[in-house]
């Protein structure tokens, strides 16, 4: 605690009357003081009287009020705004549990101004992950509907077929009915179709949510093939398509050397597949020797001299015009392009 300053020593009557004009003239600072060697303190106001002015030490008991108040000790009262703490109070230590709590508080802090600076990316990354979020569960609910009965078979449509009735070939993909679209089985489909020799391709389309459509392409016959089982009829291929015990009317009468593995068949089925839709219903024969040797035979007894296969395009064109122009002929020879021959 602050001690009070010195009280001044009485002064003598010359001495108080040149210090009042003295302290009119200039004022009087109380705080600027000065200590002397022995320990008491000089006011700085008594350096202007000179070296005989004796100084009082502080008195070390209260003065009495000149009222008869009871005296107050001026030294034990504490001044105002003065920490009343007990001066040998030591200060805490820090320990490790304060350091904990301020490196929590600074790692805070830090968290704070990196959420503060990182709004913007923070909300675009929000976004990001939405709209993905969006996007895969909009996926995997349209994979799983679509794998599941809500997506099931319930008819079967076929189309483009001519001699094959459709009805049949829906009775025999029967067994899908009921299946999920995407996983309608494929190798169960085609052993279906193989029991039917005029199914030549077919392709699988879905229609959700429940149509399977089931094209097929049929194969051509081009006539029937005298074997040891009857009459059968093939296509270009030679594939047959069914047999019988009598020749079918409106099917070409197959003369061909080698059967149908020869190169004289496949000549004659490529010569059939070529002419006219018009022409084609009147040939009654084929006959092939070789592959390079092709006659026909319509059925008004006509005979079509074709010969090679080479050029099969053009000389069903030139046919088609000489059978126009002078009906009635017996030969029509096109074997040369260039120069058809009628007789």
Known sequence: MRRPPPLPAPETSGAASKRTSRSWDEPRSWGDARSRDDGATVPASHESLG????VVPAPSEAQPSPRGEPAVDEAATPERGEDQTAPDAAPRRTG??????????????????????????????????????AVLMLIVGSVGAAYSPLFAVERIEVVGTASLPATTVEEALTGQIGTPLPLVDASAVKAALVAFPLVESYTLEARPPHDLVVRIVERTPIGVIQTDAGWTLVDAAGVALETSPNPPDGRPILEIAGGTTSGAFESAGLVMRALPEAIATQVARIAATTRDD???????????????VEETALKAVNLDRAMAARPGMSVYDVSSPASVVVR
Do not use: K, M, P, Y
């Open 51 to 54: 070296e005989d002015a004796s």
């Open 294 to 308: 092709v006659t026909l035979t319509l059925a008004s007894g006509a005979q079509v001299v074709w010969g090679a």
């Open 96 to 133: 490790i549990r304060d350091v904990w709590r301020a490196a929590r508080a600074r790692r805070r802090a830090l968290r704070r101004e990196v959420r503060r600076f990182t709004v913007r990316s923070r909300r675009r990354r929000l976004v990001w992950l939405v709209s993905s979020a």
